[in-house]
């Protein structure tokens, strides 16, 4: 089991930056397919990226592709989610996750482990 904590949201203009982190506790995160997920207000979960267990696979969603980059530090047990270029539309609940298997998804519902998210918030 792995316990999951995200940090680094904030409110940030539009056209900034901000890097969230993903702390990992129990078993180490490279045990896990990682991925990040977001939530706006009445909106469903919904996929922003996601990297493999060696770090060198990543996937994006086609709204931040480009925009965002995620890795991860296994000496630190963390996964980084840096985020440029924010847009209004950006704002939203962010959440890390970690999967149980080799393989990755952007199914939300796939996902094993959960952070309680972090705050982002891009004004216009």
């Known amino acids: 089991q792995v316990q999951l904590v995200e940090s680094g949201g904030g409110l940030v203009q539009a056209g900034g930056s901000l890097r969230l982190s993903c702390a990992a506790s129990g078993r180490t995160f490279s045990s896990y397919f990682m991925g990040w997920f977001r939530q706006a207000p009445g909106k469903e979960r919904e996929f922003v990226g996601c990297?493999?267990?060696?770090?060198?696979?990543?996937g994006y969603a086609d709204s931040v592709k480009g925009r965002f980059t995620i890795s991860g530090d296994s000496a630190q047990n963390t996964v980084y989610l840096q985020m440029n270029s924010l847009k209004p539309e950006d704002t939203a609940v962010y959440y890390c996750a970690a999967r149980a298997a080799l393989s990755g998804s952007r199914n939300y519902v796939e996902y094993h482990y959960w952070g309680q998210g972090t705050q982002v918030t891009v004004s216009s």
């Open positions: 990297i493999n267990q060696s770090g060198r696979s990543t």
